[in-house]
Nanobody, 115 residues
Framework: QVQLVESGGGSVQPGGSLRLSCAAS????????MGWYRQAPGKEREWVAR???????NYIDSVKGRFTVSRDLAKNTVYLQMYSLKPEDTAVYYC?????????WGQGTQVTVSA
């Protein structure tokens, strides 16, 4: 098992930036990918971004060009840098460690974008 702890959420104005962190209790290279998901009030949880064990990244269309997922293997930490935030980015953001047959979630961190 692995413990995932997200941090870095907060409240920002539209156009602002935040960097989320996801610290894992063990090596993240043991997973096929590390993903970021979000869940807005009254909506289903949705996938946002992913970085594979090989370092390849993928994004949902609505965040392409604004969000960047990266990692620090020495710190077993994955980041989600978010720029040009919009009110529709408001959600609880979750980190997920993914294997083919299993996955682990963090507890989430709230991001609120409002004027």
């Amino acid at each position: 098992q692995v413990q995932l702890v997200e941090s870095g959420g907060g409240s920002v104005q539209p156009g602002g930036s935040l960097r989320l962190s996801c610290a894992a209790s063990g090596s993240i290279l043991g997973f096929d990918a590390m993903g970021w998901y979000r869940q807005a009030p009254g909506k289903e949880r949705e996938w946002v971004a992913r970085i594979s064990s090989g370092g390849n990244t993928n994004y949902i269309d609505s965040v392409k060009g604004r969000f960047t997922v990266s990692r620090d293997l020495a710190k077993n930490t994955v980041y989600l840098q978010m720029y040009s935030l919009k009110p529709e980015d408001t959600a609880v953001y979750y980190c997920r460690a993914e294997k083919i047959l299993s996955h682990y979630w963090g507890q989430g961190t709230q991001v609120t974008v409002s004027a």
